[in-house]
């Protein structure tokens, strides 16, 4: 079987390669690093990350420097950055230099941004260490930081190169694993057959995290990101679609501190897709068959497909109103019209109450 999918995200002279692989991470990203002959290189690692995996890499990269970012959203705030800035700064990374940004999609948002700023853009190589971050984030040159409201400062900054070793998948823990089939669900919605016919036959092996099966359907999920990336840079029309349950699934996370509980990205995006598709089935724009079996590949995921506790839109207004698809304060729903069709509408508040208080 093969072991490694080589990709490309066409965006003509800022063209990257996205490598995905199974065990030989280290070498490779030396590699794709060496290729870009920087003068200096800044490895910012998640803490975790760098004891579980950083050793091989920081030797593979010729020991840089290393800042290590505490996991966890918290990291992606104003603090950390200014901290990532004075890093830089003492590392001496000029124009030249580069960032290798080693871990999840917090550290790739973060570092990704810190790259975008200093000395007004440097360059980045994303080595995803997560599911969810290997399937989605680390493609596509979203990078940002919260601000009383989830990415609310950022820019876009593509990378120089993307590779991700499914080994490192290996140490996550199984709610990390599902978060990212939270993402790669979403994505299937979104590209309808065959990926979403892979990832319903794959769904247990996937579940387990068996590196042979998430191989080939990480590579679908990418190389459908990666093509609307190319068509849709900077999010003018189409790469709004790659929002589908982002809406619901930011307020909810968002939510989430005050009330004492905890909801990895990946299952409030989930939890927004499965909502999605009920309002898409209230609204007529899915059948009631459809609707079932987009729901069903969820379920075999082992995806929340509701909120954790009783929500309304009364709750969740104020943050709705800070989504980057809203206008004039009203939120604007990306729905599925069907495998791999999509459209973006606003819905009427009852609908939306209605679909949050009765999860069907």
Not at 34 to 43: E, G, K, Q, T
Not at 85 to 98: F, I, P, T, V, Y
Not at 251 to 271: C, K, N, S, T
């Amino acid at each position: 079987m093969t072991r490694r999918h080589d990709l490309a995200v066409d965006l003509g002279p800022r063209s990257y390669p996205v490598s995905l692989t199974v065990g030989d991470g280290p070498a490779l990203l030396a590699e794709r690093v060496a290729a870009l002959a920087p003068s200096r290189v800044l490895l910012v690692a998640d803490a975790t990350v760098a004891d579980l995996h950083g050793a091989p890499v920081r030797r593979a990269l010729g020991d840089p420097p290393v800042v290590t970012v505490p996991p966890g959203e918290a990291s992606k705030g104003v603090a950390r950055l200014e901290a990532l800035w004075l890093a830089l700064r003492d590392a001496g990374l000029d124009r030249d230099g580069l960032v290798v940004a080693f871990g999840g999609g917090v550290v790739g948002d973060l570092a990704g941004f810190a790259a975008a700023t200093w000395l007004r853009g440097v360059r980045v190589v994303h080595a995803p260490t997560t599911l969810l971050a290997t399937v989605d984030s680390a493609v596509g040159g979203k990078t940002g930081i919260d601000l009383g409201g989830k990415n609310l400062v950022g820019a876009f900054h593509q990378p120089s190169a993307v590779v991700a070793d499914l080994a490192w998948l290996a140490t996550l823990p199984a709610r990390e694993v599902r978060s990212g089939l939270g993402e790669a669900w979403k994505t299937a919605v979104l590209a309808g057959d065959p990926l979403l016919a892979d990832l319903e036959r794959a769904a247990p092996r996937a579940r387990a995290a068996d590196p042979d099966a998430l191989l080939p359907l990480v590579a679908a999920c990418v190389a459908h990101k990666a093509a609307v990336v190319g068509r849709d840079e900077r999010e003018a029309g189409e790469r709004a679609s790659l929002n589908l349950g982002h809406t619901l699934g930011h307020a909810l996370e968002a939510l989430a501190p005050p009330l004492g509980r905890d909801l990895p990205h990946g299952e409030a995006v989930a939890i927004g897709v499965a909502f999605a598709c009920r309002v898409a089935r209230r609204t007529g724009w899915l059948d009631d068959a459809t609707c079932a079996r987009l729901l069903a590949a969820g379920e075999a995921l082992g995806l929340p497909l509701a909120p954790p506790w009783p929500v309304t839109l009364d709750d969740l207004r104020p943050l709705l109103a800070l989504d980057k698809k809203a206008r004039a304060g009203r939120p604007r729903w990306v729905l599925p019209r069907g495998p791999g069709a999509w459209g973006l509408a606003e819905v009427p508040d009852e609908v939306v109450d209605a679909a949050l208080s009765s999860g069907s």
